[in-house]
């Protein structure tokens, strides 16, 4: 640990990577908590993937992959939300369907595009340490719509999230702000895509918003919290990372991974306990979870 | 459900039977002519046809399958009428909607969603400030107002999955009343509540019709009956009584089985 804080003073591309943990946690905080609350997961999973065709047809034509990434995911966010909105009883195959679909496109671009191509593991495990000055800038331009955005609506994404139909009779326009969300998930996925690769985008999108969940009962608070467990994740795995030379994508994903498990552990034991206390006592709490309306070792998030 | 009921309309004679109810004089709050529906190939509403005037208090009651559900989502507007017409405070009813407060039967968000009573009971005042920005202190007064009416002010801090469903149903109800609606409509409110609980929120409910339009659906024609002014019975098509005229007959009619004849008390 020692040895990546004094690499960290001498090489300016560890502190590039550094930031873009940090940039790319806002993102994985505020959106991957309505991607949990929601349970839209898969579909994120699937936009995710499908940006490697953006990013092959990026890299066949000669723009900048990176900008290939954000077209693409935004296309893909539509064309999904436009399938789960239209057939919504085959919704799981055809996102399935254009999850496969988008990568078989862009690896054909891939395998045609003139010279050497070891970008390709780069785009699907990340590598954050690749990360370029300019980068940053449109990390932190993409973070600022991002939050600005959610700010704007929050009530109205609350709504949609929490319960479509109520927020259809409210006059929220449903349709418009459940897409608007599916772009949202799709910038956030270029940005994670920067870090960790875009295979391992769904465990950043989840794991943090899920850890979260596991402690505090609010958005607002799922959001920050999972913003700090993001910047952890990052920060952690990439000093993890350095001295014993591991890829850093991996790292931080199982890092991720780890206190996801030990944190579910946890909080189900401190459920089980709270609700053993609560059967002990005698009172009105008692009463109402001996009728069973409350779950005593019910859902803990 | 027989062909035969299909075909009954012609004996559910209901503008007639609608003036018979309570706060005729003014005029009909929600007005459905001729209504028909069906997914795909079944039909689930045929010729409806339903007034229900200001002040009322309707309760809709009828098998299950019977359209009940369908019906209210026509009227609410999340369904377009294949046949027919339906008009809510003389409008479409898409343009009424802010009029409307609507309790669900199953709440359609899961338990374990990370929010407060009072952020679910803010929901229900979407639409009527500014569309962008948090809410105002306005509109938490007016939740305090609500919770304070449906007698559950002091959940409103508690998280929506640890409610017992009394309670819940009591929160949505506030949810539907903080929108300052018209017309309550409520699908089968007390169906996952025991009896007594289910008592407590129909006195809620009439007191509430001192000043609001409420219609009911329930699929517990013997209990609703002792509250409501009226009951429409619905079994794809509609046949409408006061409390008073349920009998054995109509339910025989209705039900297509016999069904035990159940007095009323009033």
């Known amino acids: 640990m020692n040895e990546f804080l004094t690499a960290l003073t001498d090489h300016a591309f560890l502190r590039t990577a550094l930031l873009a943990g940090l940039l790319a946690s806002i993102g994985c905080g505020v959106i991957g908590t309505y991607v949990v609350v929601k349970r839209i997961a898969f579909l994120a999973g699937g936009i995710a993937h499908s940006v490697l065709g953006g990013m092959g047809a990026a890299l066949y034509f000669g723009f900048d992959p990176l900008l290939g990434a954000l077209i693409a995911a935004l296309v893909s966010a539509l064309i999904i939300g436009g399938v789960r909105l239209a057939w919504r009883a085959q919704e799981d195959t055809l996102v399935g369907a254009l999850w496969a679909i988008g990568m078989a496109v862009g690896i054909l671009f891939i395998a045609k595009t003139p010279g050497y191509s070891t970008d390709l593991m780069s785009y699907l495990f990340g590598n954050i340490l690749l990360v370029r000055q300019r980068d940053l800038w449109l990390m932190a331009g993409l973070d600022l719509a991002l939050v600005l955005t959610v700010a704007l609506f929050y009530r109205q994404f609350l709504a949609v999230s929490f319960d479509e139909e109520f927020a259809r009779l409210r006059g929220v326009p449903v349709t418009f702000f459940y897409l608007l969300l599916l772009c949202l998930v799709a910038v956030t996925v270029v940005l994670l895509i920067q870090v960790v690769g875009l295979i391992l985008v769904i465990a950043l999108l989840t794991l943090p918003a899920a850890v979260a969940g596991h402690y505090v009962h609010s958005l607002g608070g799922m959001m920050v919290i999972a913003t700090l467990l993001g910047i952890g994740f990052t920060s952690g795995g990439l000093a993890l990372s350095y001295g014993p030379d591991l890829p850093a994508g991996p790292t931080i994903i199982l890092l991720a991974g780890a206190v996801y498990v030990i944190s579910a552990v946890l909080s189900g034991l401190l459920t089980r306990r709270r609700a053993q206390r609560l059967a002990q006592r005698p009172g009105p709490a008692a009463v109402t979870a001996g009728r069973g309306t409350l779950g005593p070792a019910g859902p803990s998030a | ?266």
Request: some cysteine; glycine content about 10%; charged content about 15%.
């Open chain 2, 1 to 266: 459900m027989s062909p035969t009921l299909i075909q009954a309309p012609s004996q559910a004679p209901s503008p007639s039977l609608s003036q018979a109810g309570i706060g005729t004089g003014s005029q009909p709050v929600i007005a459905v002519e001729n209504l028909g529906f069906s997914y795909g190939d079944n039909p689930v509403l045929v010729g409806v046809d339903l007034t229900i005037a200001a002040g009322e208090f309707l309760g809709l009651v009828g098998p299950n399958a019977g359209g009940k559900s369908t019906l209210l989502k026509l009227m609410l507007g999340l369904l377009a009428p294949q046949t027919g017409r339906i008009q809510v405070l003389g409008m479409p009813p898409r343009a009424a909607r802010r009029y409307l407060g609507y309790v669900p039967q199953y709440p359609t968000f899961p338990r374990d969603f990370p929010i407060s009573v009072e952020q679910v009971v803010l929901m229900g005042r979407l639409g009527l400030g500014p569309p962008l920005g948090w809410y105002r202190p306005a509109d938490r007064a007016a939740v305090r107002t609500a919770l304070a009416e449906v007698e559950a002010l002091d959940l409103a801090a508690r998280r929506i999955g640890t409610l017992s469903g009394g309670q819940l149903q009591r929160v949505l109800l506030a949810r539907a009343l903080v929108g300052e609606p018209r017309i309550l409509i409520l699908d089968e409110p007390t169906a996952n509540i025991d009896q007594r609980v289910e008592g407590d929120i129909f006195e809620l409910l009439a007191r509430l019709n001192a000043r609001l339009t409420i219609l009911v659906v329930s699929h517990d024609i013997a209990f609703i009956s002792g509250f409501v002014h009226r009951v429409a019975c619905l079994n794809r098509t509609l046949i409408c009584h006061r409390t008073d005229a349920v009998d054995g007959d109509l339910l025989h009619r209705l039900y297509h089985a016999d069904v035990r004849a159940v007095a009323h008390g009033h």
